[in-house]
């Protein structure tokens, strides 16, 4: 884990998207990155220290996914709040905006869409990208998604008993990840905004 001082360093060490952080209260936590990879997917969990605005854009030959991990509701992204069963994608071309009223958790899965595709049977990019070019923000199924939650948080424990030294293992947690991945995509369906005015 890695904690920051900096608020652009922090933004910078976030794998899937480019962009700033803007705090608008003073830190109530930490800034932090906590980054695992497995093969061509990485891992992370982040907490944002304190009430704070973002804007950017995802980043060339990835996919991320995001998944709160603190109260969705009080956090809005593209100036709409999230709900309970809420996810965001973002991909290059797909500006974005975050904002929240206090500190926010995230866990987040970046996967390469170029280079060697080691599991291309359990995830085909050309139907995972043509399915996603409806915004950022979806909703799915509870169960796929507190899965990924669950499979994050577990590579990212400090418990000795999780390793991924042994290449087998790596490759059966990344496997298992794609696998979420893709029944969390598959469960998910574009918000529809209302827009007034």
């Known amino acids: 884990r890695i904690v920051f001082s900096d608020f652009d360093e922090f933004a910078d060490s976030i794998r899937g998207i480019a962009g700033r952080f803007v705090p608008t209260a003073r830190s109530?936590?930490?800034?932090?990155?906590d980054v695992s990879r497995l093969g061509r997917v990485d891992?992370?969990?982040?907490?944002?220290?304190?009430?704070?605005?973002?804007?950017?854009?995802?980043t060339p030959n990835t996919l991320t996914i995001g998944v709160p991990m603190t109260d969705p509701k009080k956090?809005?992204?593209?100036?709409?709040?999230?709900?309970?069963?809420?996810?965001?994608?973002?991909?290059?071309d797909q500006p974005f905006t975050f904002a929240a009223r206090q500190a926010t958790r995230w866990a987040g899965?970046?996967?390469a869409l170029r280079g060697s595709q080691t599991h291309p049977e359990l995830f085909d990019t050309s139907q995972v990208m043509a399915s996603l070019d409806s915004g950022t923000r979806a909703n799915s199924?509870?169960?796929h998604?507190?899965?990924?939650?669950?499979?994050?948080?577990r590579v990212m424990t400090p418990d000795e008993s999780v390793s991924f030294k042994d290449p087998a293992a790596a490759s059966a947690a990344e496997e298992e990840v794609l696998s979420a991945?893709?029944?969390t995509i598959e469960s998910s369906n574009a918000t529809q905004d209302r827009h007034l005015g």
């Open 75 to 92: 956090m809005r992204t593209d100036g709409h709040a999230l709900e309970d069963n809420s996810l965001i994608y973002l991909k290059r």
């Open 28 to 33: 109530q936590a930490d800034w932090w990155v």
């Open 181 to 183: 991945v893709l029944h």
């Open 145 to 153: 998604l507190n899965r990924l939650r669950h499979l994050v948080s």
């Open 43 to 58: 891992l992370l969990e982040l907490q944002i220290g304190c009430a704070a605005t973002y804007a950017g854009d995802g």
């Open 109 to 111: 899965v970046t996967i």
């Open 141 to 143: 199924d509870m169960e």
